[in-house]
């Protein structure tokens, strides 16, 4: 059994910067996809980065260049840097472990960005 916990979410301004964190903890082996996925209400979870193993990127094309997925595999760990946040990243935003092609699911964590 894999569990992930998130941190991090929040309330912030337009412009602003948070950070999330999830770590994962349970029956988990080296080969994994990490990732960071979102729903705003009234639309579908849509991925907004991921990160394998061996540190390959994926980023939903509306926040490359202002967030940046990391993870610190001693720990089992993935970080979401988001920088420059807009309204429209409103949402909450729930981590995702792809292990041997099981997907995992954190509780989410609440992002909002307003004035």
């Known amino acids: 059994q894999v569990q992930l916990v998130e941190s991090g979410g929040g309330l912030v301004q337009p412009g602003g910067s948070l950070r999330l964190s999830c770590a994962a903890s349970?029956?988990?082996?080296?080969?994994?996809?990490m990732g960071w996925y979102r729903q705003a209400p009234g639309k579908q979870r849509e991925l907004v980065a991921n990160i394998a193993y061996g540190g390959s990127t994926k980023y939903e094309a509306s926040v490359k260049g202002r967030f940046t997925i990391s993870r610190d595999n001693t720990k089992n760990t993935v970080y979401l840097q988001m920088n420059s946040l807009k309204p429209e990243d409103t949402a909450v935003y729930y981590c995702?472990?792809?292990?041997?092609?099981?997907?995992?699911w954190g509780q989410g964590t609440q992002v909002t960005v307003s004035s």
């Open positions: 995702n472990l792809n292990l041997g092609g099981v997907g995992y």
């Open positions: 349970g029956s988990i082996f080296n080969i994994y996809v």
